[in-house]
């Protein structure tokens, strides 16, 4: 168990939806990162935030969003659903020093 | 911008053999971090191993040994005495080290994968 904490593990919804994934990093992470895993694009870096702020985006489309709390969860919308938003989206967090980042279990999402 | 290769898509290895894996990267950076990473049917990423670019000496982590070749930024990963559980997907990944503040953004950079099989 790698600490941290992703739900749902499965969604299912229809093209044109919205959704919003969920993250809890590992206790006293601040950092936590979103990525996205595509059978054909491999893995991607959508965004990361450090203690609430924004700190990096990646090839995250405009209709995906994301936010972290103040109690350092955080949250990643993807709205207006297209089939090929279907993957399996990671978040991971690590240390402010940390070397290595911890993985979720993952959301695998499915627009049908 | 940095890129990871990873050459074999599939590869197999009989159970108690040992099989090595192949990684290439491209950096202009000298000082970064490469790391394996495993991927069960799970879907679960695991971390194997961990490199330091400024460390000669390569890691080992029980039977996974990485050889790190700087200059040919090269990072393969060996695993020896194969055991049915290490079938899966290994993804060799690329972290710059980035400025010393905290919160700077280390975000890994994927190579994409490697399907192990492990025959009984």
């Known amino acids: 168990d790698s600490g941290v904490t992703q739900t749902p593990k499965h969604l299912i919804t229809a093209t044109g939806q919205r959704v919003t994934l969920r993250c809890s990093p590992r206790s006293g992470d601040l950092s936590v990162y979103w990525y996205q895993q595509s059978l054909d694009q491999g893995l991607q870096f959508l965004i990361q935030?450090?203690?609430?702020?924004?700190?990096a985006k990646g090839n995250i489309l405009e209709r995906f969003s994301a936010q972290q709390f103040p109690d350092l969860h955080s949250e990643l919308n993807l709205s207006s659903l297209e089939l090929g938003d279907s993957a399996l989206y990671f978040c991971?967090?690590?240390?402010?020093?940390?070397?290595?980042?911890?993985f979720g279990q993952g959301t695998r999402l499915t627009v049908v | 911008a940095q890129t990871v290769t990873q050459s074999q898509p599939e590869m197999s290895v009989q159970e108690a053999e040992t099989v090595t894996l192949s990684c290439t990267y491209d950096t202009s950076e000298s000082d970064y971090y490469l790391f394996w990473y495993k991927q069960p049917p799970s879907r679960q990423m695991i971390l194997v191993i961990r490199q330091e670019a400024y460390k000669q000496q390569n890691a080992t982590e029980n039977r996974f040994s990485v050889n790190f070749q700087k200059a040919a930024k090269s990072f393969s990963l060996k695993i020896s005495d194969s055991q049915l559980g290490d079938a899966a997907m290994y993804f060799c990944?690329?972290?710059?080290?980035?400025?010393?503040?905290?919160?700077?953004?280390?975000?890994?950079?994927w190579g994409l994968g490697t399907s192990l099989a492990v025959n009984p």
């Open positions: 991971a967090s690590s240390a402010t020093e940390g070397h290595e980042a911890f």
């Open positions: 935030y450090y203690n609430g702020e924004e700190r």
């Open positions: 990944a690329y972290r710059s080290v980035g400025p010393n503040n905290a919160g700077n953004n280390r975000k890994l950079i």
